[in-house]
């Protein structure tokens, strides 16, 4: 028999007298994207019209319980002893951890609570149970209806945005019988879920995590599966790995079916951080290279995308994996000293497509390999790394809400790391958590000086920029047209209402929208990519280049 939530509450001890639940429990899991249970969930009726949410999360054996009511909510967790707690009351907000306390007026009542969104200082586990449940009845049902809500932060006090957008209407299965459902997309500035409910809005039955990797799913619920995307009418995919004495790299080739002449290949370069071929990192599924690989092949191109080191089917083979800049340079030069292997590809007419990291990436191979005929650089940065670290963690936590302290003490912890970093001393121990790897990742960039590597550039370059990107600040376009002003086959855009995915920014810029599954990349970047390349492709630089107009 499941334990109850006052049951796992007593068993660790005395309950705090503002969470007691009043009525039966709701069962809840919490699963990764593969369905496996990584902790229990439960919600009950509470006092005064209010609701008792609880997370048990195995890996941390944590305790956290959350409670609402109207005009009143309040958190606590607890890791063996409660470490802090956070109420609102009408329209005052507190917190406590310790002896330390903090106190503000709202100004107004929120209309509901949420455990951790944005830039938080508590510690924890989220619940993200009850402000889906205590929104349940006005939630928007209608596909492309769209509701904003003020909501408080209990890790921050601070009053948010939340918006909340339905998406579809499909059936869930609940309890072995379908039933009429939303699925919707809720976010703040900061943070971004989805949401699964019952048409008739009386059943909340999901809650996803995408940055997280993880589900809360309400016990007897099967979501409809996700479907599987399929490349388009006319583009043959090949799966291909490359193996050499210390790296097996895997990847995919998008080629146009029945092309009559060997093709120009294009090297997707992807960003920062664990990325598969697909351009998805982790939970955050955006798809950006599949959707670029994709259009170019339907543009008459052949499009390699690949996993990088240690992600997905690209492995180490026996020495500890690196992954400095110029470790990911060599694996670009791996793929294209490999491209012989494969017939009806051009070796002699590599086009490179940098995202982000990439950007820095696809010049420093461009400027020493005559392969390559063409550049493009998506959000790709033209100044040092460390400077791009600061603005853009300024950048995100202002569009977030934190206040001006917050982002001082965040950009002082920066700067400390950064200084570990480019003393070169022992950074194990300086930099707790981090791992020999990150911190060598970091000092390759410390040392790299992108300008110099633009420079030396002598094929045509496209670098698109996103006007609301909040990570690779659009000052970046002014500075990289200087750098190349003497190419009169080069081109820099800036586009409206793109953000660093190069997706539509809808309300405020923010690392919400990332985790909207339904968001793809703008069409007009799709377009003058493959304007570009076709063109490089066709007419390579020797043969007169490609127009800038």
């Not at 957008?165 to 943070?191: K, M, Y």
């Not at 995590?209 to 090949?238: D, F, K, S």
């Not at 400027?367 to 600061?390: F, K, Q």
């Not at 009169?488 to 660093?500: A, Q, Y």
């Amino acid at each position: 028999m499941r334990p109850s939530a006052l049951a796992l509450l007593l068993a660790v001890g005395c309950r705090p007298d503002p969470f007691v639940a009043v009525g039966p429990e709701e069962a809840w899991h919490v699963v990764d994207p593969e369905g496996a249970p990584i902790g229990e969930a439960g919600i009950a009726p509470g006092e005064n019209g209010g609701w008792v949410a609880w997370t048990r999360a195995h890996e941390r054996a944590a305790l956290v319980w959350v409670q609402a009511a109207p005009g009143t909510c309040a958190r606590r967790e607890q890791v063996g002893r409660t470490v802090w707690e956070a109420s609102v009351d009408a329209d005052a907000w507190s917190w406590r951890r310790g002896l330390e306390r903090r106190g503000v007026s709202l100004g107004e009542p929120p209309a509901a609570c949420l455990a951790e969104f944005g830039f938080h200082e508590g510690a924890g586990w989220r619940t993200d149970l009850l402000p889906w449940r205590t929104l349940l009845p006005e939630l928007p049902i209608e596909p492309g209806d769209r509701r904003t809500y003020r909501v408080v932060d209990l890790a921050t006090g601070r009053l948010l945005d939340l918006w909340v957008e339905a998406r579809e209407h499909l059936d869930v299965i609940v309890d072995g019988a379908p039933v009429p459902s939303v699925r919707a997309f809720a976010h703040t500035a900061a943070e971004g879920r989805v949401l699964w409910y019952t048409a008739d809005r009386v059943r909340l039955l999901a809650v996803e995590t995408p940055l997280e990797r993880a589900r809360l799913e309400r016990e007897g619920v099967v979501l409809p599966p996700e479907p599987v995307p399929e490349p388009p009418a006319g583009v043959e995919e090949i799966l291909w790995v490359v193996e050499t004495p210390t790296q097996r790299l895997a990847g995919t080739l998008a080629r146009p079916q029945d092309a009559k002449r060997p093709l120009p290949v294009v090297v997707l370069i992807a960003g920062s951080g664990a990325v598969d071929r697909d351009g998805d990192a982790g939970g955050l599924a955006t798809g950006i290279q599949r959707t670029l690989a994709w259009h170019l092949a339907g543009r008459g191109l052949a499009v390699l995308r690949y996993d990088k080191r240690g992600v997905g089917g690209s492995v180490s083979l026996g020495q500890e994996r690196s992954s400095t800049l110029q470790d990911l340079a060599a694996d670009v030069r791996t793929w294209m000293d490999n491209l012989v292997a494969l017939p009806g590809l051009d070796p002699r007419c590599v086009l490179l497509v940098g995202h982000s990291e990439g950007g820095y990436l696809a010049p420093l191979v461009a400027g020493e390999d005559p392969r390559v005929r063409a550049v493009v650089l998506l959000a790709g940065p033209a100044s040092r790394l460390d400077e791009i670290m600061r603005a853009q963690l300024r950048l995100l936590l202002e569009a977030h809400g934190a206040d001006e302290a917050t982002i001082e003490r965040a950009a002082r912890r920066q700067e400390a790391t950064l200084a570990v970093v480019a003393s070169g001393r022992d950074r194990e121990i300086l930099l707790p958590g981090w791992g020999s790897e990150a911190a060598d990742w970091l000092y390759s960039h410390l040392a790299h000086d992108p300008e110099t590597t633009l420079e030396a550039v002598r094929v045509p370059l496209l670098a698109l920029f996103g006007r609301q990107d909040l990570q690779v600040p659009v000052e970046e376009a002014t500075r990289m047209e200087a750098i190349l002003a003497g190419s009169p086959e080069s081109r820099v855009v800036v586009l409206d209402g793109l953000d660093h995915l190069l997706m539509p920014v809808t309300g405020s810029p923010g690392m919400g929208a990332y985790a909207d599954p339904d968001r793809t990349v703008d069409p007009r970047v799709l377009d003058l990519v493959a304007e570009f390349l076709t063109r490089a492709g066709i007419h390579p630089p020797e043969a007169g280049g490609v127009p800038t107009g």
